[in-house]
């Protein structure tokens, strides 16, 4: 009889932060049998069933205000909970791996009631609530920031960086029509755009289309005015499925500041004007922004106090500054860890098959 290979249930939903992570995990644990465990209608639908099989429970984020929607929040994770520990046993599950978010909760907590050991993964300079509250039931937290550790009193925190996909950490061709010579500006809005940034760079384009830059431009597909700017030096577009070669030939970026996003842009060694999502939870997304502009990885504006002129002087200076641009892009290598998932992997491993001793 051949050996039983253990088993790990990844819980990780919703946005390409908390799924490209994981992914390259479980794509570094080729002796583990792989469960997924996500919720219905988000991005998990579409990138999970082909690899493994998929489990989803029904569950929400905790409102701020207490109302009768919040103790419906609440039956429903009590109900996860308890089918994420009903599917453990039933699965002979070893080990629960999250990338955090509100579908950690029951993860962390089944696995807890069913005697089983969880890790988490952070990437978010300021963790996110959940990891603040159950990291402690965790055997280890990996962080994607070194200085997350000063928010996890209490918790097993090792820092491991953010794992990107694969096609990050080698060169990629990019099959768009920009000269091999043109400076490259490359816009990205995060998983669902920005309308807010895509207005700014719009009124800022002509001067940089001037200088002869070309401006590849993310808008995601919620802005109405997408398809306003036409001009030979813009490629606007929704989405593009080839991040990795964008930003390998990318000459600077003008990003939100997710901590997926920014762990791409380190990899790549991007410089990077960050503009952070003003209504991101617990502002998080400025606490990344800061970690990269303090280790001179980045410039950070705020949205509310960034005027079209500003920008657009900004990144006219910073084409103009190769030396700048160069430093910057040598800071941000810093800031990533190349074999990230690698790390993630091993110390899986080590809890796992400590536990399994």
């Given at each position: 009889?051949?050996?039983?290979?253990?088993?790990?249930?990844?819980?990780?939903?919703?946005?390409?932060?908390?799924?490209?992570?994981?992914?390259?995990?479980?794509?570094?644990?080729?002796?583990?049998?792989?469960?997924?465990?996500?919720?219905?209608?988000?991005?998990?639908?579409?990138?999970?069933?082909?690899?493994?099989?998929?489990?989803?429970?029904?569950?929400?984020?905790?409102?701020?205000?207490?109302?009768?929607?919040?103790?419906?929040?609440?039956?429903?994770?009590?109900?996860?909970?308890?089918?994420?520990?009903?599917?453990?046993?039933?699965?002979?599950?070893?080990?629960?791996?999250?990338?955090?978010?509100?579908?950690?909760?029951?993860?962390?907590?089944?696995?807890?009631?069913?005697?089983?050991?969880?890790?988490?993964?952070?990437?978010?300079?300021?963790?996110?609530?959940?990891?603040?509250?159950?990291?402690?039931?965790?055997?280890?937290?990996?962080?994607?920031?070194?200085?997350?550790?000063?928010?996890?009193?209490?918790?097993?925190?090792?820092?491991?960086?953010?794992?990107?996909?694969?096609?990050?950490?080698?060169p990629q061709p990019l099959a768009l029509p920009i000269p091999p010579e043109a400076p490259l500006i490359v816009v990205v809005g995060g998983s669902q755009g920005a309308v807010a940034v895509n207005e700014l760079v719009r009124k800022c384009a002509a001067t940089w289309f001037a200088a002869g830059a070309y401006v590849v431009h993310l808008t995601g597909d919620r802005d109405p005015a997408a398809a306003s700017l036409q001009h030979p030096h813009y490629i606007a577009l929704p989405f593009f499925e080839n991040m990795a070669g964008l930003l390998q030939r990318a000459d600077l970026a003008i990003s939100r500041a997710g901590a997926g996003t920014l762990s791409e842009l380190a990899i790549t060694q991007t410089p990077a004007i960050l503009i952070p999502y003003p209504f991101a939870a617990e502002d998080h997304q400025a606490y990344n922004a800061k970690a990269f502009a303090n280790g001179g990885a980045a410039l950070m504006y705020r949205q509310e106090d960034l005027k079209p002129q500003e920008l657009e002087v900004q990144v006219l200076h910073l084409l103009h500054s190769e030396a700048q641009r160069r430093e910057m892009a040598e800071k941000a290598g810093r800031l990533g860890v190349a074999d990230s998932a690698e790390r993630l992997a091993e110390l899986v491993r080590q809890v796992v098959e400590r536990k399994s001793r």
């Open positions: 009889m051949s050996e039983r290979r253990p088993r790990l249930l990844i819980a990780a939903s919703g946005t390409g932060g908390h799924l490209f992570p994981a992914l390259a995990l479980a794509q570094q644990l080729p002796e583990y049998q792989i469960d997924w465990l996500g919720v219905p209608d988000r991005l998990e639908q579409q990138l999970v069933p082909d690899c493994y099989p998929l489990h989803t429970v029904t569950i929400e984020g905790l409102q701020t205000r207490f109302n009768l929607k919040t103790l419906l929040i609440f039956w429903r994770f009590a109900a996860a909970t308890w089918r994420v520990r009903q599917l453990l046993q039933k699965l002979q599950i070893d080990g629960v791996f999250s990338t955090g978010g509100y579908i950690a909760g029951p993860a962390i907590l089944g696995a807890k009631l069913a005697g089983i050991p969880a890790i988490i993964h952070e990437s978010n300079y300021l963790p996110g609530k959940i990891t603040r509250f159950l990291g402690r039931f965790c055997h280890a937290v990996a962080i994607g920031f070194e200085g997350s550790t000063r928010y996890l009193r209490g918790s097993r925190t090792v820092w491991l960086g953010t794992p990107v996909r694969s096609q990050f950490l080698t």
